[in-house]
């Protein structure tokens, strides 16, 4: 069985929360895009866990945590989480590292910072845009190399000679020695070296044997590359047309598809963002839904939800159910609006614009929806749910076409209502 989750939004929609709860039972879980960029939250026994690339299937102790080709890897941040994870479980997780992923290394951060890409677009400072590009370029480093020193120093100096031609009045990038570089990432990835192999073919023999794969995305389709709000998007396909060249194992056949979608939305970072509130309510959902970055800290915008989003995204990821989280966070409103079209110069137009310029020209048309004031905490069964919720749900059913086969009404794991993924 293989199982993909996927984010409907901007990222942020609680992929780490539904990962853990379906991980258990699985025997591989697998990251195939972005990298620290991502923060997906996870509450283990208690314990709160902001993992940014090891999958949030790490906590089980059978599972097979595989960081595929697809994504970018910073290794001290993968040292730093893999130690706090170790503490916590007593032990070291199972780990594989695709040699064909692609590393950042220091340098990228900085040629971030030069290109202002974090005041451009809203970027994590994570050296994501940089990476991708080096890779695209040639001129990346892959986890392999890191298995060939001197092919690591030689790959290292080749792009430190360009970057010095680049950036001659930067002292930052200038002071960069590749000796120096190679040695910080060959004792950083020392406890990693094992880990390091073919991460399509153990992937392709699971799918082949019949093994539970889980695949967990990171960011989300309206980040996406090619098809979200381009140019404020991140570096990485982000859909289910990403997962296959993200594992590098052609034609998967996804079973479970399971799109996770926030009762409401947010966006971190600049772009265009129709639903966007200001003020009261804004301010209300990201205090009580604690909206802030999971890995930059910074205050996420909020809006209400947005179905000609949310319908585009279900095009890109052909969900065979939706996951709503976040639930409980709008129980207090005297009444809900949901987007259900667009205007754009004088038109109605129930379609997402793929350029960012016209969807930012869009204002959203809403139907207004009773609220409730039920705490949901503590609801485990669809049909304890107060009726508003119910016909809140049933509104965003109908005007996507997919079921929902989880709600969550709250960030541990049993405050989830799971209405089954077996059916369509
Ligand atoms: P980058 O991925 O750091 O290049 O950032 C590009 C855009 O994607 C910025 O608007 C970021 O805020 C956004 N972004 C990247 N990763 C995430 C995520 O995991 N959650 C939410 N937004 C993200």
């Given at each position: 069985m293989a199982t993909a989750i996927l984010g409907?939004?901007?990222?942020?929609?609680?992929k780490g929360k539904v990962t853990h709860l379906l991980a258990k039972g699985a025997d591989l879980v697998v990251r195939f895009n972005g990298g620290p960029n991502a923060g997906h939250t996870v509450i283990d026994r208690g314990v709160r866990f902001g993992t940014h690339l090891v999958p949030a299937g790490v906590f089980y102790p059978g599972v097979l945590s595989v960081l595929a080709n697809g994504m970018v890897i910073d290794l001290e941040v993968l040292g730093q989480e893999m130690a706090e994870i170790s503490l916590h479980l007593g032990g070291r997780p199972k780990l594989l590292l695709s040699e064909t992923a692609h590393l950042i290394l220091p340098y990228h951060r900085m040629v971030e910072d030069l290109e202002g890409m974090t005041g451009k677009f809203g970027t994590t400072r994570r050296g994501i845009a940089p990476a991708y590009r080096d890779r695209a370029a040639k001129a990346g480093v892959r986890v392999g190399d890191l298995l060939a020193p001197s092919r690591l120093r030689e790959r290292i100096a080749e792009r430190l000679d360009a970057l010095a031609r680049a950036w001659p009045g930067s002292q930052e990038v200038q002071g960069l020695s590749a000796q120096k570089l190679a040695a910080d990432l060959l004792s950083q990835a020392g406890p990693f070296l094992e880990d390091i192999g073919d991460a399509s073919g153990t992937i392709r023999r699971a799918l082949d044997a019949g093994q539970n794969v889980l695949f967990e995305g990171a960011q989300g389709a309206l980040l996406d590359l090619d098809f979200g709000t381009y140019p404020y998007v991140t570096s990485s396909s982000t859909t289910l047309a990403g997962l296959p060249n993200g594992i590098g194992v052609p034609l998967v056949d996804v079973e479970r598809r399971i799109g996770v979608a926030k009762a409401y939305l947010t966006r971190v970072g600049d772009g265009p963002f129709p639903t966007e509130l200001s003020e009261d309510v804004a301010d209300y959902l990201r205090g009580k839904g604690g909206e802030f970055g999971t890995t930059t800290g910074r205050p996420r915008r909020c809006g209400w939800l947005d179905l000609v989003a949310l319908r585009h995204a279900v095009t890109l990821n052909a969900p065979t159910h939706l996951a709503i989280t976040?639930?409980?966070?709008?129980?207090?409103?005297?009444e809900i609006k949901v987007c259900v079209a667009y205007r754009l110069r004088g038109s109605q137009i129930s379609r997402f614009p793929l350029a960012a310029e016209d969807l930012a020209q869009c204002t959203p048309v809403y139907e207004t929806l009773p609220g409730w004031s039920e705490?949901?905490?503590?609801?485990?069964?669809?049909?304890?749910?107060p009726k508003e919720a119910r016909s809140y749900l049933a509104t965003i059913v109908e005007n996507v076409g997919v079921p929902v086969g989880l709600v969550s009404?709250?960030?541990?794991?049993?405050e989830t209502v799971e209405t089954g993924f077996d059916s369509p």
């Open positions: 409907m939004q901007w990222g942020d929609e609680g976040k639930l409980d966070i709008l129980s207090g409103m005297d705490n949901l905490r503590g609801v485990r069964e669809y049909d304890a749910l009404v709250g960030a541990a794991p049993e």
